[in-house]
């Protein structure tokens, strides 16, 4: 619900000031952070708005790589430094996955839901079937799962 009145603050806000020449940029971002905490991530999946800061801590052995086939088209490939902290704006709508390249045996991934992308369940089948055609991707195939279940129960699939 507050994801709701925030984007209907901003939508409101952005045509009040769109007459006037000031675009989306006079918007404050918001910062989450994701903690690393043993072989898995802390939130598990994250819902932000376009523009919004993550910050990965917690990293001493970990980094983050995202998925190419599970990103939205124009998300830019990341791959973080193993044992740093990481932060990083995103602002491309849709569904970005990610991964800990050392631990991505042990599942170690998560989600990072940026706005309100279009069809979200279509997203998440796309994601599913990539996963049968890519092997290196198919522990993502119980994240995308559980992903999906989040999703359905707040009304969002």
Known sequence: MITDRRFLL????AAAVM?????SSVFAQET??????????DPLFIYIEPGDIVSFENMPT????????LCPEGQ?????????????????????T???????????????VVGQPENPGEILDAYLATTDEEKEYLPARGLIKKLRADMEKQGLV
């Not at 901003?10 to 806000?13: E, I, K, V």
């Not at 007459?19 to 675009?23: D, E, L, R």
Request: charged share 20%; hydrophobic share 35%.
């Open 98 to 112: 990610y991964k800990c390249t050392p631990h991505w045996g042990n599942r170690m991934g998560g989600f990072i």
């Open 19 to 23: 007459p006037t020449g000031i675009g």
């Open 76 to 96: 830019e490939k990341i791959k973080s430094e193993i044992g740093q902290n990481f932060t990083q704006t995103f602002d491309t709508v849709g569904i970005v």
């Open 10 to 13: 901003r939508a409101g806000l």
């Open 62 to 69: 970990h980094n983050i790589e995202t998925l190419e086939g």
């Open 32 to 41: 989450h952070v994701v903690m690393a905490k043993g072989v898995r991530f």
